[in-house]
């Protein structure tokens, strides 16, 4: 890659000035600040339920808090695909090309979005913990290097995802389109096609390879990432199987496999947006 495709200081400090002046940020902060405080709480307070039936219990806390990331994901990709089409929406992006360039604007692009997920999963993070200390009380918690890994996993999942955002959005353009196929696919068309994929596998057998390219699905992929610490936690040996349940997947990668599975799908996103866009007629 050459330096002259690379953004500059002053294109990505524009770029986190127009995502900072709209009210985007912070709304999508909202629910992901809700969804962490209640999804979190309720599994502390199960957590605290059956205090001393096993010793999985601290694999409860860290469970509810990948659940919590896995949904800040969500809003993560959001963020992403609006930041790449309000310019189109707006009719600015002609001015944005022309002024910084196509390549070094959709770069910018995905590194403040990835910012923004960061920060989305690191308010997840805090507002879970406190709100599974809270409803966990005397309950076995998790080890702080359990919780930091998790964290880290966490932030790079929904950083990953805000830059499969903006891949999504410079490839759509309409914004509304963009919102609803990233919903739709998510919430959804991801979950049909595991389905379908999983639908040979016998109950107690060795999953096909057919059914083990569930993991290879993006969502998929950040969710065996996310879920991976909590299973070791919760089930030791059985760890795969509680992964397969949590995920919806068969046969799932390690969380390095699954985060590497979803890196590559993101660098795929933003190639192939670079070399779309790059084509695209915005006069």
């Known amino acids: 890659m050459t330096t002259d495709l690379l953004p500059t200081a002053g294109v990505l400090r524009a770029e986190a000035l127009k995502a900072l002046s709209v009210r985007t940020w912070w709304a999508l902060a909202i629910p992901v600040a809700l969804l962490a405080v209640m999804v979190n709480l309720f599994g502390g307070l199960f957590s605290s339920a059956v205090a ?4 999985g219990l601290p694999g409860i806390l860290l469970a509810s808090l990948a659940y919590a990331l896995s949904l800040t994901t969500v809003f993560a990709a959001l963020h992403g695909v609006v930041l790449a089409t309000s310019e189109f929406r707006h009719r600015t992006v002609s001015t944005t090309y022309l002024l910084a360039g196509r390549v070094p604007t959709l770069l910018a692009k995905s590194a403040v979005a990835a910012g923004a997920g960061a920060a989305y999963a690191l308010l997840a993070i805090v507002l879970g ?3 599974g200390l809270l409803g966990q009380g005397a309950a076995p918690l998790p080890s702080v290097g359990g919780i930091l890994a998790l964290s880290g996993i966490g ?3 929904s950083a ?3 830059v499969l955002g903006v891949a999504l959005g410079t490839l759509v353009v309409n914004q509304a389109g963009a919102v609803v196929a990233l919903l739709v696919y998510v919430l959804a068309v991801e979950n049909l096609v595991s389905l379908i994929l999983r639908s040979g596998t016998q109950e107690g057998s060795a999953p096909t390879a057919v059914a083990r390219l569930t993991s290879f699905l993006p969502a998929n992929a950040g969710d065996v990432a ?7 936690e919760l089930g030791g040996r059985f760890a795969s199987s509680i992964v397969e ?3 919806g997947v068969a046969g799932p990668p390690p969380a390095w496999g699954a985060l590497l ?5 993101a660098g795929a996103g933003v190639a192939v947006a670079w070399v779309v866009g790059g084509r695209r007629d915005v006069t």
């Open 129 to 131: 913990l406190l709100a």
């Open 261 to 265: 599975v979803l890196v590559v799908w």
């Open 226 to 232: 996310l879920y991976d610490l909590p299973a070791q």
């Open 155 to 157: 932030i790079l999942v």
């Open 160 to 162: 990953l995802w805000a």
């Open 52 to 55: 001393g039936v096993g010793d």
């Open 245 to 247: 349940g949590l995920a």
